[in-house]
Structure formats: C-alpha cells, structure tokens
C-alpha cells in the first residue's frame, strides 16, 4: 500500500528519471558480462593458437631452446594481478556495510598492485630475451602480453574513476536510504559500476593465471 501511494505521488519527470535510472542499472550489468564474453573470445583465440601451434610443432619450432621467458617475472605479474583481484573482492563486502573510508584504502593499494603489474609486463616485453618470430611458442607469448597488459591498464583506469566518484559520496549514504532520488540513484550507479569491476578484475586474475600456466608450466 505504501509503494501504490509512494508511486502516485511521483511526478512525470521522477517517474521517467526511476525508468531511465533502472534502465541504467540494467545496460551496466548487461554490459559487463557482454564485455567478458568478448573478452573470453579474444584471449581464447590466443589458447587456441597455443594448442593449435604446439600440436603442429612445424619443423621442431614450436618452442626453442633460446625461447626462455623470465619466470620470475611472469609469476611476479600473476601474483601482483592476483592480489589486487583478491583485495579488491574483499574491500568491496566493506563499503557494502557501509565503511567507506575502509573500501577507498583498499582500492588504491588494489590500483597500485594493477599498476605494478602492467609496468612490469611493459618491462617483461622490453627485455625479453628472444625475438617475436623466434618460434611459435614467441609469437604467442608476444602477442598475448601487449593485449593483456592493455586491458589491464583500462581496468585500472576504470577502478581510478570508481575512487573519485566515491569521493563525492557521504559515507552515510551506503547505510541509510539518501534523502532525494538523485543522491539515491547515484549511489546506485556507482554500486552497479563497482560490481561490474569488480567481475572484470576477477576474470581477468583468472586470465593471468591461466596464461602464466600455459607460457610457465606446459609451453
């Protein structure tokens, strides 16, 4: 009875702003799992190649004994990937109860640990020790690293526009419903947009590990 009474009281205007707010909310979950499966063809062309070009070991060229990537710098990539997935997954359940000043924290060591990553894998393609077309296992490994490393870069772009927004949101406003509908839809949308971070980061933590088993363990 109350929504019934809540919802005619509604002018025109509130009740296309809720529509085309809810709308949003939806394209933004909608987007993000579009946006993986895009994604997921991308990388899976490079584990097709992998196998694909392994299998066929034309000439004995797949993988050379000069085609050595530095393991140490590969799993310090993974790991930093990892983590920041990790913590960012953990810092989120905070500003869902509320402790915002706790998830920006987080957030930032999150974007340092992705920043680091891709800095080292910008190192990992400066000093790597053979050339692109080495072998089959190299052209793989080169093609996949600057794609990777991009993607990765646009995440933490998105997960520093997530850490300014939330500045301009009261720490109140995740606990108790906001006083008008903008600071509520605000509230919302940048949930949804974190949310759907969050997903992106976290699959793509499971990309570098499986990445860093295909050129580290199996090559």
């Known amino acids: 009875m109350a929504e019934t009474t809540a919802a005619a009281a509604m002018s025109?205007?509130?009740e296309e702003a809720?529509?085309?707010?809810?709308?949003?909310?939806n394209a933004a979950w909608t987007g993000t799992r579009l946006a993986l499966g895009g994604?997921?063809?991308l990388f899976g062309s490079f584990v097709f190649a992998f196998f694909?070009?392994?299998s066929l070991n034309s000439h004995g060229l797949w993988y050379t004994s000069s085609t050595h990537p530095q393991l140490?710098?590969?799993t310090l990539i993974m790991l930093l990937v990892v983590v920041s997935a990790l913590l960012?997954?953990?810092v989120l359940q905070m500003i869902k109860r509320g402790n915002k000043a706790a998830w920006q924290l987080g957030a930032v060591v999150a974007l340092v640990l992705g920043?680091?990553?891709?800095?080292c894998s910008i190192l990992q393609l400066m000093y790597i020790p053979f050339w692109p077309g080495a072998s089959g296992f190299a052209s793989v490994f080169v093609g996949f690293t600057p794609v990777y490393l991009t993607i990765a870069f646009c995440a933490m772009v998105w997960l520093e526009t997530l850490i300014m927004r939330a500045r301009g949101i009261p720490q109140i406003s995740f606990v108790e419903q906001p006083p008008t509908y903008a600071e509520a839809f605000a509230v919302q949308r940048f949930q949804a947009a974190l949310s759907g971070f969050t997903l992106t980061w976290n699959y793509l933590a499971v990309v570098a590990v499986v990445s860093w088993i295909l050129f580290y363990l199996v090559h």
């Open 18 to 25: 809720v529509y085309y707010h809810e709308a949003g909310l």
């Open 115 to 119: 920043l680091a990553a891709v800095v």
């Open 52 to 54: 694909y070009l392994r």
């Open 72 to 74: 140490w710098l590969g």
């Open 88 to 90: 960012q997954s953990a």
């Open 12 to 14: 025109p205007a509130e």
């Open 39 to 41: 994604l997921s063809f």
